[in-house]
C-alpha cells in the first residue's frame, strides 16, 4: 500500500533563517506531488504541485520554494523565513495519469512556527 | 475562478442529531465536488466525492451529500452523528476534467460532537 511520509511534524525557527521540509511517497511510482498551506479561518492553499522529477509549478509568489530532486520526495524550502511563513504545511499526492479521478493523500503536516 | 463558501465555521451537536454541513461553490461550468475529513490527530483523507450520475453521494461511515446544481450546493448528511465524527470537513470543487491542482478548497468547519 502506498504511505506518506512528511517531517519533522513541528518546527521553531527564528526569522531569517532557512527552512527544509521532507516528504517522501512510498508504495506508487510517478505520483503528482503538492504542498499546501493550512491557515485558520483560509481553508488549505495551494503553494507548489509537481508531474515529475524537476518539474516545479507555484501557484502563488511568495518566499518559498520547492524541489523534487527524485520521483518520489516534494521539499519544501526557504533561505530565509519570514514571520508571515508560520502555519501548517501539508504535502499531497495523487496518481498522475487519473486527474481528479484520483483524491489527494495527505501526509500528517508540518507546524511551523516561526519567531 | 472558481471559489468554495463553508459559511458554518464550528458546529457543535450532541450525539445522535442529525447533521448538515453547508458547502456552496461558485463556477459557470460543470464541476467535481469533494469533501474530505481531517479526524483529531489524524491526516486529511477522502470522505465522498460526485463525478457524474446520482447527485446523492455515499461516503464512509454513514455520510451522503447531495449535489443540487440549481443552487451551486453540495451539503453533507448523516442522519446521526456519534462522537467519532469529531473533525474538520472541508468542501472542494473542480472543473470537470481539470486536474488536482486546480482544486478549490473552501476554509473548513469544525464540527464538536458532544457525547
Known amino acids: 500500500s502506498q504511505t506518506i511520509h512528511q517531517w519533522p511534524a513541528t518546527l521553531v525557527q527564528p526569522v531569517g533563517s532557512p527552512l527544509s521540509l521532507e516528504c517522501t511517497v512510498e508504495g506508487t511510482s510517478n505520483p503528482n506531488l503538492y504542498w499546501y498551506r493550512q491557515a485558520a479561518g483560509r481553508g488549505l492553499q495551494l503553494l507548489f504541485y509537481?508531474?515529475?522529477?524537476?518539474?516545479i509549478s507555484s501557484e502563488v509568489p511568495q518566499n518559498l520554494s520547492a524541489s523534487r530532486p527524485q520521483d518520489r520526495q516534494f521539499i519544501l524550502s526557504s533561505k530565509k523565513l519570514l514571520l508571515s511563513d508560520s502555519g501548517f504545511y501539508l504535502c499531497?499526492?495523487?496518481?498522475?495519469?487519473?486527474?481528479?479521478?484520483?483524491?489527494?493523500?495527505f501526509g500528517n503536516g508540518t507546524r511551523l512556527t516561526v519567531t | 475562478a472558481q471559489s468554495v463558501s463553508q459559511h458554518n465555521h464550528h458546529v457543535i451537536l450532541s450525539e445522535a442529531a442529525s447533521l448538515e454541513l453547508g458547502c456552496n461553490y461558485s463556477?459557470?461550468?460543470?464541476?467535481?465536488l469533494f469533501w474530505y475529513v481531517q479526524y483529531p490527530g489524524q491526516h486529511l483523507q477522502l470522505l465522498l466525492k460526485y463525478f457524474s450520475g446520482d447527485p446523492l453521494v455515499k461516503g464512509i461511515k454513514g455520510f451522503e451529500a447531495e449535489f443540487i446544481k440549481s443552487k451551486f450546493s453540495f451539503n453533507l448528511r448523516k442522519p446521526s452523528v456519534q462522537w467519532s465524527d469529531t473533525a474538520e470537513y472541508f468542501c472542494a470543487v473542480n472543473a470537470l476534467n481539470f486536474g488536482n491542482e486546480k482544486l478549490t478548497f473552501g476554509t473548513g468547519t469544525r464540527l464538536t460532537i458532544i457525547p
Open positions: 463556477y459557470g461550468g460543470t464541476v467535481n
Open positions: 499531497a499526492w495523487s496518481h498522475r495519469d487519473r486527474g481528479s479521478n484520483s483524491p489527494l493523500h
Open positions: 509537481s508531474v515529475g522529477i524537476g518539474q
